[in-house]
């Protein structure tokens, strides 16, 4: 059994939420203040016709300390995540564990592999983490299917309708389904549903050798690269037909792979299961998906692999890994309605728990499209992402899981912001970008006392002239006034 538990490498300390006495009246006065502050960071960044929303509240006292267009409709890009793994800890609870299981049907001659969901499921960078290599964990399932079955089974299937099929959301950008970002969302994933290719160069001129992983031979790779011993690497690739793609550009070095999402991924995992299976000596006479309706229950599980809700949510929110808040989102989605989770069933779940802990206008107030906020018709505001940061602090155990989740300074999509700042207190938050929109939104903590101010600032509608990076610098400055302002009031309380 391979247990992705082992993954927690981040150190965490333990959320506190200890209580602190604070004089109301210094609070608002000092709040008053900080908007004066902010609208002055506001007019210093010069952002142009950005539509600006951003709202700073001291979880512990409830008292607002920055509000401006806090209740307008924005984009949440990525913010999005901070909805989807908060509901998902809620639902699912802290200790969910993701199971995918390889089960051996012996009077049907047949193996079933029982998806959950779970997107970690070979994902080669947990892989990596734990030393392991794609192949070998293939070779786990192939040698337990071996010793269950070495006469060959009459059939492979992949059950994957935990999910509905409809792998990728409509709203998507039709222009980058190729891009490991728009991964298709599957009830079986592996491998983070993509095809990577590993460009190495050879002598000058001739075409750079060209490596699949996992290994495809049903897929051929039209090879239209150049080696080169100078200028830009442009490695790239793209579907040209089902089962081809075609590999262009000039190789200088041998680099990371170029990732492609998949067409269709339980098919290709039943056809690299079939190919492995073969190879190992176990015949299989037919790979193919499970249908809408047929009986798949019973048999003995043969192998298993688990990954707890913790690892799915880390790499979702330090990574900004679009199908870990798919999946999250999906997987809420089935285990209310006990049907195959979609977009559609998992909006429902987060609108419900928005309502149930926010308040039936929370609920109404709020367009949820998919989980990762790729789509642009996802709709949120300031006040209610810092209202469910608040919340999300108070759900015990759900809610350590989920702050934790959140990358700190130094760490996925956190590495390189705040460099510039000497901040006293710690910051995790989460940036969110596509195209027009900058958001960042998350919590600073003084880690002595435990006591936070949540915080969200969303940027949309950038003008062409206005440069994401000051944008970012804005952000930045804003979160910098909440750390002063938290920094001083612990001052203010030893001082008492």
Same mark, same amino acid.
């Given at each position: 059994m391979l247990n992705h538990a082992a993954l927690k490498a981040r150190p965490r300390a333990a959320a506190c939420f200890a209580a602190l006495g604070v004089l109301l009246a210094g609070t608002?006065?000092?709040?008053?203040?900080? /908007?004066?502050? %902010?609208? $002055?960071? @506001?007019?210093?960044?010069?952002?142009?016709?950005?539509?600006?929303?951003?709202q700073a509240v001291d979880i512990e006292t409830g008292e607002v300390l920055i509000s401006r267009n806090a209740n307008a409709s924005m984009i949440p890009a990525s913010n999005m995540k901070l909805l989807t793994a908060g509901a998902g800890a809620l639902v699912l609870?802290?200790?969910?564990?993701f199971r995918t299981e390889l089960v051996h049907q012996p009077e049907a001659r047949r193996l079933v592999f029982r998806g959950s969901?779970?997107?970690?499921?070979?994902?080669?960078?947990?892989?990596?983490?734990?030393?392991?290599?794609?192949?070998?964990?293939?070779?786990?399932?192939v040698d337990a299917a071996k010793k269950a079955r070495p006469d060959g089974v009459n059939e492979l299937v992949i059950d994957d309708r935990i999910?509905?099929?409809?792998?990728?959301?409509?709203?998507?950008?039709?222009?980058?389904? /190729?891009?490991? %970002?728009? $991964?298709? @969302?599957?009830?079986?994933?592996?491998?983070?549903?993509l095809l990577a290719v590993f460009p190495s160069p050879q002598s000058a001129g001739s075409p750079a050798v060209l490596k699949t992983e996992p290994f495809s031979p049903w897929i051929e790779v039209r090879n239209k690269t150049r080696s080169v011993r100078q200028g830009q690497q442009t490695v790239w690739a793209q579907w040209t037909a089902t089962n081809e793609i075609t590999c262009h550009g000039d190789v200088r070095y041998?680099?990371?792979?170029?990732?492609?999402?998949?067409?269709?991924?339980?098919?290709?995992?039943?056809?690299?299961?079939?190919?492995?299976?073969?190879?190992?000596?176990?015949?299989?006479?037919?790979?193919?998906l499970a249908t809408e309706n047929e009986s798949l229950s019973g048999g003995e599980v043969i192998q298993v692999v688990q990954t707890p809700i913790s690892t799915v949510m880390e790499r979702c929110n330090v990574d900004s890994y679009n199908l870990y808040a798919e999946a999250l989102l999906k997987r809420m989605g089935h285990e209310v309605s006990s049907g195959p989770g979609s977009w559609k069933s998992g909006a429902a779940v987060i609108r419900m728990k928005l309502a149930e802990k926010?308040?039936?206008?929370?609920?109404?107030?709020?367009?949820?499209?998919?989980g990762s906020g790729m789509s642009r018709e996802n709709r949120v505001t300031a006040a209610l992402l810092v209202k469910w940061l608040g919340v999300m602090t108070r759900e015990g155990e759900a809610g350590r899981v989920f702050v934790d989740?959140?990358?700190?300074?130094?760490?996925?999509?956190?590495?390189?912001?705040?460099?510039?700042?000497?901040?006293?207190?710690?910051?995790?938050?989460?940036?969110?970008?596509?195209?027009?929109v900058c958001n960042l939104a998350g919590y600073v903590t003084d880690k002595r006392s435990g006591r936070r101010v949540a915080f969200a600032i969303l940027?949309?509608?950038?003008?062409?002239?206005?440069?994401?990076?000051?944008?970012?610098?804005?952000?930045?400055?804003?979160?910098?006034?909440?750390?002063?302002?938290?920094?001083d009031q612990a001052e203010d309380d030893s001082a008492r």
């Open positions: 608002v006065a000092f709040g008053q203040s900080l /908007n004066a502050r %902010y609208d $002055a960071l @506001v007019a210093k960044a010069r952002l142009g016709k950005t539509t600006i929303a951003a609870g802290p200790s969910f564990t969901g779970d997107p970690a499921l070979g994902d080669p960078k947990l892989l990596a983490a734990m030393n392991i290599g794609v192949e070998d964990l293939i070779d786990h399932w999910f509905d099929r409809q792998y990728r959301h409509p709203t998507w950008p039709p222009g980058q389904a /190729n891009r490991w %970002y728009c $991964a298709e @969302v599957s009830g079986l994933t592996f491998y983070a549903n041998s680099t990371d792979a170029v990732e492609l999402a998949l067409n269709n991924s339980p098919d290709f995992f039943a056809r690299l299961m079939a190919d492995r299976l073969q190879r190992a000596g176990v015949k299989v006479n037919t790979a193919r926010l308040g039936a206008e929370a609920g109404r107030g709020i367009q949820v499209a998919d989740s959140l990358p700190a300074q130094g760490e996925g999509t956190m590495e390189r912001r705040f460099s510039s700042k000497k901040l006293k207190n710690e910051v995790r938050a989460k940036s969110g970008y596509i195209s027009g940027t949309n509608d950038k003008p062409g002239n206005v440069g994401v990076a000051a944008i970012k610098a804005f952000h930045e400055d804003v979160v910098a006034l909440c750390d002063r302002w938290l920094a």
